[in-house]
């Protein structure tokens, strides 16, 4: 469901200006200059309305954090949560997911967060998948040698086919579980979260640990 659009979304991103990285290239391999005493650079994909991305960085304030959104209508929610939090640790970018390699330098990020991405059901749309082969090689190219991806959904048939993706790019599967919050809530929930495990639904995560490239990851273009 497309977000409504927000009233006086540009003035209420012009508040929250010191959250938003305008230029993410210039910041290119130089990413802790926001945090010299980061311990650690953390990334998110898709941070929706940041209940997940602020309350973590609230919680870590040792590490430095970057949600990237594509959605303005979401973000700015992200980012006046920040704000209200008054965190220093954690900034916004607007892009694209395919374009990380040119915000992030080779072994910048330390463990990048994917939570509750667009499942694309259909077959056909399959490479528009955050979990497909060809996007968790081309996070490789920012993450650290043996940095994490730590994956969450409530899709059962996106958790099935990102298990199967994740060895062929190269990424040892570890915490494997198919209900994350079956012994009591598990770490810091998105707001999409808590509202489906409320309704009863699963959730489902993985880690995946950035190893040697195996030969067989070699991009096959006919494979979905």
Same mark, same amino acid.
């Given at each position: ?7 006086? &979304? ?5 508040? +929250? ?29 898709? +941070? ?5 991305? +602020? ?28 704000? /209200? ?5 954690? =900034? ?15 072994? /910048? ?7 509750? +991405? ?11 998948? &955050?979990?497909?082969?060809? =996007? ?18 409530? *899709? ?23 209900? &994350? ?17 409320? &309704?009863?639904?699963?959730? *489902? ?20």
């Amino acid at each position: 469901m497309r977000m409504r659009r927000k009233k006086n &979304l540009q003035a209420r991103m012009e508040r +929250c200006a010191p959250w938003l990285i305008q230029d993410p290239a210039a910041l290119r391999g130089n990413w802790r200059s926001l945090k010299a005493d980061a311990q650690e650079l953390r990334l998110e994909l898709g +941070c929706g309305k940041g209940r997940f991305t +602020c309350q973590t960085a609230a919680a870590h304030p040792e590490l430095l954090f970057v949600a990237v959104e594509r959605v303005p209508d979401a973000m700015v929610m992200a980012m006046e949560r920040a704000r /209200e939090m008054e965190l220093g640790n954690v =900034f916004f970018v607007d892009a694209d997911a395919a374009k990380l390699a040119e915000f992030f330098a080779p072994g /910048e990020v330390d463990l990048l967060y994917i939570n509750f +991405c667009d499942p694309w059901p259909s077959n056909r749309h399959a490479k528009r998948r &955050l979990t497909h082969r060809d =996007f968790l090689l081309s996070y490789r190219a920012v993450l650290k040698e043996g940095g994490e991806i730590h994956f969450k959904t409530d *899709n059962a048939p996106l958790f099935a086919f990102s298990l199967m993706q994740f060895p062929k790019a190269g990424y040892r599967l570890e915490q494997v579980t198919k209900d &994350l919050h079956a012994q009591g809530i598990q770490g810091i929930m998105t707001d999409y979260e808590e509202k489906f495990h409320n &309704l009863g639904t699963k959730i *489902n995560r993985c880690v995946g640990v950035k190893e040697a490239l195996p030969p067989e990851a070699v991009q096959d273009d006919t494979e979905a």
